[in-house]
Structures are given as structure tokens and as C-alpha cells.
């Protein structure tokens, strides 16, 4: 039987953001580019690299998805970015896997909390995650499906990793 797996990245930690400044365009602060390259190389050894990026548009979630593909030695040109991920609800983040899920069996979504933190809570047919950290990447599996038919509380065999954690 297939498997789809599907790992749920928050953004990095990023500066805050400056009066002049729009929320999107928040730059990864140093230690959130240290997170996103620890990150990618846990979930390298935990479960292989990702066939297929989805992120949100906004500049730390970009350039945390950038960051880990340079780590997993993959290309950029993997990511595809989506407005619906920013700031991304729940509801509209599985809209987004479903349509662009395609056939990769491992997919990455790297966007925001709260939406991130509450898409992980609902599709876990386990114990649910109450928040993701920063950089938090949670990975989930879903048995004998195509992406469009990913529902509710059907993946299995959680994983949480967070950053400065083994």
C-alpha cells in the first residue's frame, strides 16, 4: 500500500518586524537560519528529503524553505509559493495540498502559526499537537490515498522535531 508523507514546517525565527515594514516581508534572524538548516538535516535523517515544497509568500517562510532545500541539497526551483498559505488557515492550507499535492509522495508545507499548528492538530488521528515552534517540522502519514483525498484526523505515526531538541 502507498504511503504520503507529509511534513508541516513553521517559518524560522524572524526579526520583528519594523514600523515601516510590511509583516510578509520579515527577514530569518541568524539563529532562524541556523534553525532551518539543522532542521532540514533532521528530517534528511529521519525521512528523506521532500519531493514537492509548497510555501507560503511571505519572505521568513520563503527563505526557510530556500534554506532547507540548499541543505537537502535539492533545488529552489522546487518550491512553489501560494497566497492561500499567508497567513494560511487550517482549511485553506489543506485546500493547497490537495490541489498541489500532485504525485510526490513525500510533500512540505512551510508557513505560519496559528493555521500551521492547527492544520497538524486536525489531521492527526494521534494525540494532537497543541503548537508548533518556530521552525517546528511535524510530520505525518497518510495510507492508501492520493493527496486530494487527505481528510481529517487520517494521518498516522506523528513526528515532532524542534529545533535544539533531539
Given at each position: 500500500m502507498d504511503?504520503?508523507?507529509?511534513?508541516?514546517?513553521?517559518?524560522?525565527?524572524?526579526?520583528a518586524?519594523?514600523?515601516?515594514?510590511?509583516d510578509?516581508d520579515?527577514l530569518?534572524?541568524t539563529?532562524?537560519?541556523?534553525?532551518?538548516?539543522e532542521?532540514?538535516?533532521?528530517?534528511?535523517a529521519a525521512?528523506?528529503?521532500?519531493e514537492?515544497?509548497?510555501?507560503?509568500?511571505?519572505?521568513?517562510a520563503?527563505?526557510?524553505?530556500?534554506?532547507?532545500?540548499?541543505?537537502?541539497g535539492?533545488s529552489?526551483?522546487?518550491?512553489?509559493?501560494?497566497?492561500r498559505?499567508y497567513?494560511?488557515?487550517?482549511t485553506?492550507?489543506?485546500?493547497?495540498?490537495?490541489e498541489?499535492?500532485?504525485?510526490?509522495?513525500?510533500l512540505?508545507?512551510v508557513g505560519?502559526?496559528?493555521?500551521l499548528?492547527?492544520?497538524a492538530?486536525?489531521?492527526?488521528?494521534e494525540?494532537?499537537?497543541s503548537?508548533?515552534?518556530?521552525?517546528?517540522v511535524?510530520t505525518?502519514?497518510?495510507a492508501?490515498?492520493v493527496?486530494?483525498?487527505?481528510?481529517?484526523?487520517?494521518?498516522?505515526?506523528?513526528?515532532?522535531?524542534?529545533?535544539?531538541h533531539?
Open positions: 504511503v504520503l508523507r507529509l511534513t508541516v514546517v513553521r517559518h524560522a525565527s524572524a526579526l518586524s519594523r514600523p515601516d515594514q510590511e510578509r520579515r530569518l534572524d539563529r532562524g537560519q541556523q534553525q532551518a538548516r532542521m532540514a538535516r533532521r528530517l534528511a525521512h528523506g528529503p521532500p514537492r515544497i509548497l510555501s507560503s509568500p511571505a519572505l521568513r520563503i527563505s526557510t524553505a530556500t534554506l532547507m532545500c540548499e541543505e537537502l535539492l529552489s526551483g522546487q518550491i512553489l509559493t501560494d497566497e498559505l497567513p494560511g488557515s487550517a485553506l492550507t489543506l485546500e493547497v495540498i490537495h498541489l499535492g500532485e504525485s510526490a509522495s513525500h512540505m508545507v505560519h502559526n496559528p493555521g499548528s492547527e492544520l492538530a486536525r489531521l492527526s488521528s494525540p494532537k499537537i503548537s508548533l515552534p518556530t521552525c517546528g511535524y505525518l502519514e497518510f492508501g490515498v493527496w486530494s483525498e487527505i481528510g481529517w484526523a487520517s494521518g498516522v505515526n506523528p513526528r515532532l522535531h524542534v529545533p535544539g533531539e
